[in-house]
């Protein structure tokens, strides 16, 4: 186990306990038990709401003939997840995944990330601006007649 993991496997919990300490002392116990209880349906919210508009895009997409953004949705949905995961670090880097003027920031750097570890596949029967329209199979002309064998049966005169 490196020393980067060790302080992600142990620091992180430590980090989200000893903050939710301090604000239970600053706030009470019970206002900082129902900030991080409301934060999951908060999280939820934000989800599905990131679910539906990535789907409305797709339709769009689809029958425009362009390329999703996947990567708005998709950082909408890690910042309510984020969100719905109890913690206050968790709802801070949530809240900026979400809002926009943080998103656009962040942006950039997911497709760079998604890019390098994903391929793209291109499925049969969509058009694609960016390419030439090239259709895989065999060219039947009309003018070739059929060989011999090929041909039905003649009429006798």
């Known amino acids: 186990m490196t020393l980067r993991s060790r302080i992600l496997l142990f620091g992180y919990p430590l980090l989200e306990v000893a903050t939710a300490y301090a604000i239970a002392m600053w706030i009470g116990w019970g206002w900082m038990l129902l900030l991080v209880l409301a934060g999951i349906p908060v999280g939820f919210a934000f989800m599905r709401n990131a679910g539906d508009a990535a789907m409305v895009d797709m339709q769009e997409a689809a029958q425009?003939?362009?390329?999703?953004?996947?990567?708005?949705?998709?950082?909408?949905?890690?910042?309510?997840?984020?969100?719905?995961?109890?913690g206050f670090w968790t709802d801070l880097v949530g809240l900026l995944l979400v809002f926009p003027p943080t998103q656009r920031l962040f942006r950039q750097s997911a497709r760079t990330w998604l890019s390098s570890r994903f391929t793209s596949v291109r499925m049969p029967g969509v058009h694609y601006p960016e390419t030439d329209d090239v259709v895989q199979g065999t060219v039947i002309r009309v003018e070739d007649e059929p060989p011999e064998d090929m041909q039905g049966p003649r009429e006798l005169t």
């Not at 425009?64 to 109890?86: C, H, K, M, N, Q």
């Open 64 to 86: 425009t003939g362009r390329e999703p953004d996947a990567s708005r949705y998709g950082l909408g949905f890690v910042g309510g997840l984020l969100i719905a995961t109890p």
